[in-house]
Antibody
Framework: QVQLQESGPRLVRPSETLSLTCSVS??????????WAWIRQPTGKGLEWIGS???????YYNPTLRSRVTMSVDTSKDQFSLRLTSVTAADTALYFC???????????????WGQGILVSVSS | DIQMTQSPSPLSASVGERVTITCRAS??????LNWYQQKPGKAPKLLIY???NLKDGVPSRFSGSGSGTDFTLTIENLQPEDFAIYHC?????????FGPGTEVDV
């Protein structure tokens, strides 16, 4: 079964760039049936969709973050990545990567998810 | 953006009870509604997709209903492992949006 694992620095300084990688095992990131997504959750708050990427490079970003977000995919390593520039304390959150099904006539969904990585923005 | 709201929150319940959580979308989302269960410090897990479809392996005491703007997640015979936060999520439009979550506690 597919498993996802986030990795990256857990502390980022304000105004710097947050960079995370999600490693996919038990499956292939080039599987044409799926997109790959980043979702975050500030402590004690709800879930916020950051964006999604297809293995061919097509991306969709949350408009509230679009100016600061870049997602990329490395099919040779079965990894996809998130870059978020000019971070502030408001970007402190638990960051999850997840697999998203392709669109169907009943929508699409996120399954499975990585365990999450807590990233703090602080000087 | 499509706004998702949930009620009640929190929800106090006891083992063996029937629990109903409501999710409302700010506009019609047909059946493009998913439910996730999240335990403290853990990742959300998919329970129901397309409003009514139970993910394989999820106990049958969980069920979903609704379409349009109003949806419900029902848990029959609440078990100790069901105490968690439940999130709804719409996949009708980008950006995908989630409800604020409903905590089911004792």
């Amino acid at each position: 079964q597919v498993q996802l694992q986030e990795s990256g620095p857990r502390l980022v300084r304000p105004s710097e760039t947050l960079s995370l990688t999600c490693s996919v095992s038990g499956g292939f990131i080039s599987d044409p049936e799926f997109y790959w997504a980043w979702i975050r959750q500030p402590t004690g708050k709800g879930l916020e969709w950051i964006g999604s990427i297809y293995y061919r490079g097509t991306t969709y970003y949350n408009p509230t973050l679009r100016s600061r977000v870049t997602m990329s995919v490395d099919t040779s390593k079965d990894q996809f990545s998130l870059r978020l520039t000019s971070v502030t304390a408001a970007d402190t959150a638990l960051y999850f990567c997840a697999r998203r099904s392709l669109a169907t006539d009943i929508g699409n969904w996120y399954d499975p998810w990585g365990q999450g990585i807590l990233v703090s923005v602080s000087s | 953006d499509i706004q998702m709201t949930q009620s009640p929150s929190p929800l106090s319940a006891s083992v063996g009870e029937r629990v109903t959580i409501t999710c409302r979308a700010s506009q019609n989302i047909d059946s493009y509604l998913n439910w996730y269960q999240q335990k403290p410090g853990k990742a959300p897990k998919l329970l129901i997709y397309g409003a009514i479809n139970l993910k394989d392996g999820v106990p049958s005491r969980f069920s979903g209903s609704g379409s349009g703007t109003d949806f419900t997640l029902t848990i029959e015979n609440l078990q100790p492992e069901d105490f968690a936060i439940y999130h709804c999520q719409q996949s009708y439009r980008t950006p995908r949006t989630f409800g604020p979550g409903t905590e089911v506690d004792v």
